[in-house]
């Protein structure tokens, strides 16, 4: 999904705190923060950012994450904000979904109508996605020119991301193995990559409702997922919705269960920053 605009955020996270940087460069880096902050601005959708416009219209779980960390380097209640309004989707059962629906958009299959029905869409997709927000907010800590906002926020957002955590343990960890599951590619983050090819291969095709894709009036479909790919993508899908994507059974019905690297490691840290002591404190950062 748009490695380019996450690649984007970060570099303008970077420029913005690099102090390192030869005098004949900055120049151009100079050229690439202010493309970065438009991106930004343009992508705005009032306390959370889209991807891209058309192809991606929604707020997607980690690329929010990733963009407070951009918005931290123009105003640090934005990024805060970005991260509020990921969690202000969060599932009883501690689950944050990989995208959110905060309003239509005719332009991305599959949409609320998909995950849920047309009588009654869903206002978020029912998997999710790397735990990447803890390790962002001790990030947005750390550089903070607010110190107190930033506690504030990390603090009431200590007990969400912890509840997402214990989650990822129990619905994608049920036989105790000490690493998670991810039962949809679309859960790694990287959606098509080769590394899913055997076992996406694996998945038969169930007789799905006829569909029509929105993403290859947005880009070279050469660039997408083939067909077959996605057959089986919306095969999990709808297999997941017939059990109202029930944390207890999804691990064990879904014919598509890798252990990504990627996701472990990130939760692996995740972890960790939420252990996190500041200098001089003797307390956790998170908890009072």
């Not at 707020?59 to 934005?78: H, I, K, M």
């Not at 805060?80 to 332009?107: C, M, N, R, Y």
């Not at 109508?113 to 735990?131: A, K, L």
């Not at 947005?140 to 200590?158: G, H, R």
């Amino acid at each position: 999904m748009c490695a380019w605009l996450r690649f984007s955020y970060c570099v303008l996270w970077y420029l913005c705190r690099c102090r390192g940087a030869k005098e004949d460069a900055r120049k151009s880096l100079k050229d690439l923060l202010e493309i970065s902050k438009q991106i930004l601005t343009e992508n705005d959708r009032g306390g959370y950012t889209i991807p891209a416009k058309g192809l991606y219209p929604y707020q997607w779980n980690w690329d929010s994450a990733l963009v407070a960390l951009g918005w931290a380097t123009l105003n640090e209640g934005r990024a805060w904000e970005e991260l509020e309004k990921l969690f202000s989707a969060q599932w009883e059962d501690g689950l944050v979904p990989h995208i959110v629906f905060h309003q239509p958009s005719p332009t991305y299959f599959p949409g609320p109508e998909i995950w849920g029905s047309v009588q009654q869409p869903m206002g978020s997709t029912g998997i999710t996605q790397p735990p990447v927000a803890a390790i962002t907010v001790r990030n947005l800590y750390e550089t903070a020119v607010n110190k107190d906002l930033a506690l504030q926020k990390a603090k009431e957002l200590f007990p969400r991301i912890l509840a997402w955590h214990r989650w990822f343990q129990s619905a994608r960890d049920p036989e105790g193995t000490g690493l998670v599951a991810t039962l949809h590619p679309w859960e790694s983050g990287m959606d098509n990559s080769p590394a899913w090819d055997d076992a996406l291969h694996n998945v038969p095709v169930d007789q799905i409702p006829p569909y029509v894709r929105q993403d290859l009036g947005h880009v070279d479909s050469a660039m997408r997922p083939k067909k077959d790919e996605y057959d089986r993508y919306l095969t999990l899908l709808y297999r997941f919705r017939a059990v109202n994507y029930d944390c207890k059974q999804l691990y064990f019905l879904s014919p598509f269960r890798v252990t990504d690297l990627c996701t472990n490691s990130v939760l692996y840290r995740a972890n960790l920053d939420l252990r996190y002591k500041p200098e001089k404190k003797s307390q956790s950062l998170w908890i009072q």
